[in-house]
């Protein structure tokens, strides 16, 4: 319940300073993808968009791109991870077939302690 109103503290102001962002920058920049145009806008052709576009675009490229460089950064935990999931799940059907092979009523965690070499 905490984390939903810190979320929504922040989400919102968050949220509305992006859209008295967007009012603020209303005016068209030409985009050009050459960096050997001219400087003079009116002599460079070019697309015409919206300044906060421009700038809501590259934000996104750059919060992709980072999610992008932290999966791959992450990998090498993500296979450790997987790697112990696997024995994990072994040793647990391996634990299971020894309770299920002894059998017995007075079958206590001493002796599959004992089985298992644990202590």
């Not at 576009?53 to 590259?58: A, C, N, P």
């Not at 750059?62 to 112990?84: D, P, Y």
């Not at 999931?85 to 299971?96: D, F, M, P």
Request: aromatic share 10%.
């Amino acid at each position: 319940m905490v984390n939903k109103i810190v979320g929504w503290l922040v989400l919102v102001p968050l949220c509305l300073g992006l859209v008295v962002f967007a009012l603020a920058n209303r005016h068209f920049v030409t985009i050009n993808f050459n960096p050997f145009a001219p400087g003079d806008a009116n002599a460079a052709p070019g697309y015409g968009v919206p300044m906060f576009v421009v700038l809501y675009v590259v934000l996104l490229i750059g919060v992709l791109a980072g999610g992008i460089a932290t999966w791959f950064a992450q990998g090498h935990h993500r296979r450790g991870e997987k790697h112990w999931r696997r024995e994990a799940q072994s040793l647990t059907g391996e634990l299971e077939k020894l309770r299920k092979t002894q059998r017995s009523p007075s079958t206590n965690s001493n002796d599959v302690d004992d089985l298992l070499e644990l202590r």
